[in-house]
């Protein structure tokens, strides 16, 4: 079945550093990617997606490109901030994020220290 | 965006007794919703799908006559924990899509119910 593994957490960094989350997945088809964050206290945001091979999804300063090559989706950002402090999970779907739900990695925890 | 209400955000109770979550979509119709758990420093697990109208379909592994679902309207659905026990001490989150034409494949997420049996 389909599966996403992502970085362990908590990620720790200074302010202004560059972050990059790994995120691979195993999947039967061609799935679309995704990365929500959780912020304490709330619910599930989406940040940015991708739906087909080499698509790059941005949003907020974070981008990820779709790798279909190594099954990867790595988020990125050049200069982290301390609102940035998070729990992050990479998703996939096989059928646009919509019919069946999502597949989630753990979820990496990323905490930002100014 | 559009957003997803779940309540109550916390939940404690006593152990065999039944609890209801809701999940409600605030400003869209949602025909299919997706109920979640998520245990400590764990993923969200897909529990089940609810589907407005009809039975909803329930993940390998999951009790269905232990957590009852009800998607009785396009903006409501409700997860009932029946007899309650420590173990189903969790975090449940629900999720909406947005429905008919307006259909972009997004899921929307709830702010999630803690729910702690004693």
């Known amino acids: 079945g389909d599966s996403v593994t992502q970085m362990e957490g908590p990620v720790t960094l200074s302010e202004e550093a560059f972050l990059t989350i790994n995120c691979t997945y195993t999947a039967t088809g061609y799935p679309s990617l995704f990365w929500y964050v959780q912020y304490p206290g709330e619910g599930l945001q989406l940040l940015l997606k991708a739906t087909k091979a080499d698509d790059k999804g941005s949003n907020k300063g974070f981008e990820a490109t779709y790798r279909k090559e190594t099954t990867s989706f790595h988020l990125e950002k050049g200069s982290v901030q301390v609102s940035d402090s998070a729990v992050y999970f990479c998703a996939l779907s096989d059928s646009g994020g919509g019919a069946d739900g999502l597949t989630f990695g753990k979820g990496t925890h990323l905490i930002i220290q100014p | 965006g559009a957003v997803v209400s779940q309540h109550p955000s916390r939940v404690i109770c006593k152990s065999g007794t039944s609890v209801k979550i809701e999940c409600r979509s605030l400003?869209?119709?949602?025909?299919?919703m997706f109920w979640y758990r998520q245990f400590p420093k764990q993923s969200l697990m897909l529990m089940a799908t609810?589907?407005?109208?009809?039975?909803?379909?329930?993940e390998q592994g999951v009790e269905k006559d232990k957590f009852l679902i009800n998607h009785a309207s396009l903006t409501l659905s409700t997860l009932t924990v029946t007899s309650a026990h420590p173990e189903d001490s969790s975090f449940y989150i629900c999720s909406a899509r947005v429905g008919g034409s307006y259909n972009t494949g997004e899921l929307f997420f709830g702010e999630g119910s803690r729910l702690t049996v004693l």
């Open positions: 609810s589907n407005e109208g009809s039975k909803a379909t329930y």
């Open positions: 400003d869209f119709q949602a025909t299919t």
